[in-house]
Nanobody, 117 residues
């Protein structure tokens, strides 16, 4: 079993920045994809950004140029640096791990990001 602990959400003004972190603990293989999804009120959960254990990344169009995903494999931690935040970025952000070797997917409990003046 893998546990995911997220941190870094909060309230920020438009144009501001936030950095989300997600630390994974438990039995997880080194062959995995980590990342972030988000869900705004009344909308479906959507991909924000993911990063494979080898370092390749994939971003939603809405995140390109503003968000940067990174990971520390030694700490099993994934980060999402968000810049130039917009009100439409307001959502609950969920950490995601796809353990490809064991064929299991894990989700964090979610952290609220609110962009408002």
């Amino acid at each position: 079993q893998v546990q995911l602990v997220e941190s870094g959400g909060g309230l920020v003004q438009p144009g501001g920045s936030l950095r989300l972190s997600c630390a994974a603990s438990g039995s997880m293989s080194s062959i995995n994809t980590m990342g972030w999804y988000r869900q705004a009120p009344g909308k479906q959960r959507e991909l924000v950004a993911v990063i494979k254990s080898g370092g390749s990344t994939n971003y939603a169009d809405s995140a390109k140029g503003r968000f940067t995903i990174s990971r520390d494999n030694g700490k099993n931690t994934v980060y999402l640096q968000m810049r130039t935040l917009k009100p439409e970025d307001t959502a609950v952000y969920y950490c995601y791990v796809n353990d490809i070797w064991y064929g299991r997917v894990y989700w964090g409990q979610g952290t609220q990001v609110t962009v408002s003046s």
